[in-house]
Each structure stands twice: as C-alpha cells, then as structure tokens.
C-alpha cells in the first residue's frame, strides 16, 4: 500500500469536496476578482480615474505535501490559474500514487502549457528553486519552509509558507451536558478521525480548567472509543521515520507517566492508539514541538482566562479554537492572542469556508489562499491613475516661492476652500 492510501482516505475525501466546492465558487466570482476595482481620485487631480487592475504575476511554483495531496496541490493550483498564471506544481514524494495521478491527469484535462507536474524527492525541489520564479508557494515544515526562503532569496522570489504550528484548544467549563458532548465529538474528530492528527490545523493541545478537566478527560476517552471502535478507523502513520518521532514523545518517562488514556504503538502497522496526556512537563519535546499525529496532551489552568496568557507565551499558531459561549473571553482571544485563524466551538471546519483566508502568521507561516485569497495571493494590484490636459496647476512646478509652497500645503492638508481662494487671489 502506498502512504497516501494509508495515512488518511477520510481527510482525502474531505480535502476533495473542500476543493470541489472551492473550484465552483471561483468560477462563479472569478469575473468580478479579475475587473478593475476603483479607488478614490483626490479632487485637485480633477478630471481623473484612479483604478486598481489585477494582473498575473507569471510564471509560479507549487510545492504541495502529502497529508492532504490533492486538495492542497489543486487548491492553489486553481487559484493560480484563474489569476492568468502559468504553474509548475511539485506534488509530494511522500504521496507517490498522488503524485502519479497528478502527472498523468493534469495534461489529460487542462492545457499542459499552462500547468506543468514535476515529479521526484528532495534534490527535484532543490534544482527547481534554482531557477527564477515569480511566486512560490510552498505547505509543509518548518524546517524546509527555512530551505525554500534561502534558496528564494538569490532571486528575491517572493514567497507565501504555509507552515505547522502547536495549534492550542481553549475549552471552557461548558454546564449543558449536550454542548459538552458536542464540543467532545468536534475535538476528537478534529483531532482524530482527519489523518490522525497529521494535519496543519490539527489541534495540538487542550487548555482547560482544573476542576473540568476529569470530566473532559471521560468524555474524551468515551467519544474516542466510540469514534474508533475498528482499526480502519484510525488512519496510520505515513512512514517509520514520522512514527518514530512519535514515539519518541512517549519514551520521555516523565511523558509517559502523564498518559491517561491509549498510548499503545506497533511499528509493524504504523500506527498508535488515540493517547490522551495530562500535563505533561511543558519542557518536554511534546509540549515544545508541533506534535502532528494522535497524541493529545490536556493543560490544566486555574482560571479559563489563564489560558489566553499561556497561548500568547507560545509561538503564534496556525490556529486557535475555543468552546465556549462566554462572549468577553471570546473577545479577549480575538483582541488579545494572534494566530491565523479563531474558530469557537468546531475545529478544522474554517479550512473550508471560501470566504475566508487559509494561512499562518509568524513561526506558522505568511501568505493566505482560498477563494478570492487565492486570487490575490498570485496577482499583482497594478495601480492606474489616469489623467487629463484640462487642467494645469503650475504651482507644482519650480522656482519656488512662498506662494507655491503656500498652496501645495494646502493640497496635502485637503484644504480644497483655501486652494481655490488662493487661486483665485483672494488669499495669500
């Protein structure tokens, strides 16, 4: 079996309708993005026109990744196209038969002058960034996000990076029994049931009040067995390098005294049983780098609103989810905390909402896509400002004199009544 059918057929089938959906509603906007948006003239330009024309920057890269292969190669691949660009895309390596699919399709179905599939590891991805392009954008790590900004910079290639991040989980002490379990069902199955956590916008960690915490933690644990009572429920691991990483989080034994739940691995399949931490030590590798599969690790604060000072001492996440209807704490996150998104009370869904912006801010990445984001992230706002000969101020031109200067202040300062007064000279 190949990594791709292994890791996450759930996310997949996800990811496709996200992009299906994402394709339609540019199509049906696509003519009002690419008209010419007018901006305001200042009035001592008068008669003028004053527009903002969306062009293509040219000639783009993709670098897609393996978890979600199709959606996140086609998503921006789309947006590109529809921009007027030319793309090369660079599926993952790690997702072979996506990869294969993509190359032996994409000339089947779009014009393959316009759209170019590049296949192959590493060194591929290298070679690639040798070359002068007009965007990159590039999902995956961190640390190879790091590569791709070096090897752009020789070219001063401008680049968008959707990166990983430690995306935290406020829930706050909900008393209806049913939005407990709502808010339960919605984080286990953002957090296990798309990829088994191997996902960007995976929740990363909980955050939760003490005294909530046992009765979170049963809920937790009750959901979960529910939710994989088979094993193909539960996707595996992509390859034994990322399982081993894994499993490394566990063999910390100050880690492995926090499990309260799961925490079994087998090697031989790749995969490791949905594992819930209680307070971990925040020192530890799990708690100090983005975690990316099925292990969940619960904090506990004293008070909910303790959680918006332990969010702001980590590095600006992906995203930021929270269950609760307080409305002033949910103010204060939006206010208080940076991330790139805030979702209250789902988890994962904003991903798919066109009208708004995919991306990261920070150690997560920059740069936004979907929808009219995509459209703009591979265009360039050309500025146009047209004018006529009917009107000629000379003031504007040299020598100088306390007149001229006298009325140019009066043009940056918008004082139009004084301007014309002068103009006429009833004014000095």
Known sequence: STPVRSVCVHGMLESLGALVKSVNHTLKNLERWAAPEKAQAPLVSFPATALVVPEPLGVVLVFSCWNLPLGLA???VSGALAAGNVVVVKPSELAPSTAAFLAANIPRYLDPKAVKVILGGPEVGEQLME?????????????????????????????????????????????????????????????????AGQA???????????????????????????????????????????????????????VARSVVHGGSVNQKTLTIEPTILLNPPLDSDIMTEEIFGPLLPIITVKKIEDTIKFVTSMQKPLAIYAFTKNEKLKHRIINE?????????????????????????????????HGKYSFELFSNKKAVFKRSFLIEFMFRYPPWDDSKIGMLRHVFNTNYILLLLGLLGLRR
């Open 74 to 76: 086609l998503e921006p």
């Open 337 to 369: 905390t940076s991330s790139g998104s805030i979702t209250f009370n789902d988890a994962t869904v904003q991903y798919v909402v066109e009208g708004l912006p995919f991306g990261g801010v920070g150690q997560s990445g920059f740069g936004q896509y």
């Open 131 to 195: 070359h002068r392009w007009d965007k990159v954008l590039f999902t995956g790590s961190a640390n190879v996000g790091r590569l791709i900004l070096t090897k752009a910079a020789k070219h001063l290639t401008p680049v968008a990076l959707e990166l990983g991040s430690k995306c935290p989980c406020i829930v706050d002490q909900l008393d209806s029994k049913r939005d407990r379990q709502i808010a339960v069902n919605r984080i286990a199955g953002a957090k296990w049931s798309v990829c």
């Open 200 to 254: 960007c916008v995976a929740i990363d960690y909980i955050l939760v009040e003490e005294k909530f915490a046992p009765i979170l933690i049963e809920l937790l644990k009750s959901t979960v067995k529910r939710f994989t009572a088979t094993p193909e429920c539960m996707a595996k691991i992509l390859n034994t390098k990322h399982f081993q990483r894994l499993s490394n989080f566990l063999d910390d034994d100050r």
